[in-house]
């Protein structure tokens, strides 16, 4: 696969802290990157220098062929990268479609006379606008609640409805922030499903994500961040099996997860749910 995200010696400090420190990765194009690690690590940083959202201190970060560390972050979002938060950001009061469509804003050619005078320019624009919108809305199987508010969805539909914002656009790079955050397990497999339609669709996706049920049948590669700086990079089986990402992240994970031996048993049972 070809390389469509490049970043080398990637840092931002905040004073005296080192939130990322001299971070290289590569996202083959196509692929579902992961990105993992403890509470701290610099995850959400990572997603914020790449979008544009924070400033680096130092590095840089080529996009589809172009140098982008210093671009702001509608360039970017133009060019080709969208994202999601880990906080929830829905309009609430508007509706489901409504929300949708305002991920199709930076792709509007029409000014603002063309609005006052709903020229045919402005009706035909928002047309499209409108059709991408339930596409979209298709997609992630909420199109049956595109007259809804936002704010009365379920918490588990309005993580949908933020996903479907980031791709009507049909970006080269989608950055998920922890979609699967406070989501049951079944709603947590049918994230999985998504994440593999999106990357079928032709989008690749930079994944963080504490699940581990959800990061490693989703991802081709994941890079493990700790206190700032890479720990690992490979694929979910090598990851699994690293030493020092199970050491500091994995392991505890994978114990609280592992089945009860069969001595174990009756003192589960009288366990605190």
């Known amino acids: 696969m070809s390389t469509l995200l490049d970043i080398s010696g990637l840092s931002r400090r905040f004073g005296g802290l080192v939130a990322v420190g001299d971070v290289g990765m590569e996202v083959a194009a196509g692929s579902v990157h992961g990105l993992i690690g403890p509470n701290g690590a610099g995850k959400t940083t990572m997603l ?12 840089k970060i080529q996009f589809d062929g172009s140098d982008i560390t210093r671009w702001p972050v509608d360039r970017r979002a133009r060019f080709g990268i969208r994202r999601t938060f880990q906080n929830l950001r829905l309009f609430r009061e508007m509706t489901v479609l409504e929300n949708i469509m305002v991920g199709m804003h ?32 298709d997609f992630v199987g909420l199109a ?16 949908l409805v933020e996903i479907a914002r980031a791709i009507v656009a049909r970006p080269k790079l989608l950055l998920l922030d922890e979609p699967a955050a406070g989501l049951n397990g079944a709603e947590s497999q049918r994230m999985v499903d998504l994440i593999r339609m999106i990357r079928a669709s032709g989008v690749t996706v930079l994944l963080v994500e504490h699940h581990m049920d959800v990061v490693m049948p989703s991802c081709d590669c994941i890079t493990v961040l700790n206190y700032g700086r890479r720990l690992a990079n490979g694929s979910p089986a090598e990851i699994r099996a690293h030493p020092e990402v199970i050491k500091a992240y994995l392991g505890g994970r994978l114990k609280r997860r592992a089945k009860p ?13």
């Open 261 to 273: 031996t069969q001595s174990s048993q009756p003192e589960a049972a009288h366990a605190s749910p």
């Open 106 to 137: 930076g792709q509007t050619h029409c000014e603002i006379w063309h609005a006052l005078l709903r020229s045919p320019q402005q009706q035909a624009e928002e047309t499209a606008i409108t059709e991408r919108a339930r596409e979209a809305l």
């Open 144 to 159: 049956h609640l595109a007259d809804m508010q936002a704010g009365a969805l379920p918490y588990g539909s309005q993580r």
């Open 48 to 59: 914020n220098l790449i979008s544009g959202h924070l400033a680096s201190s130092a590095g």
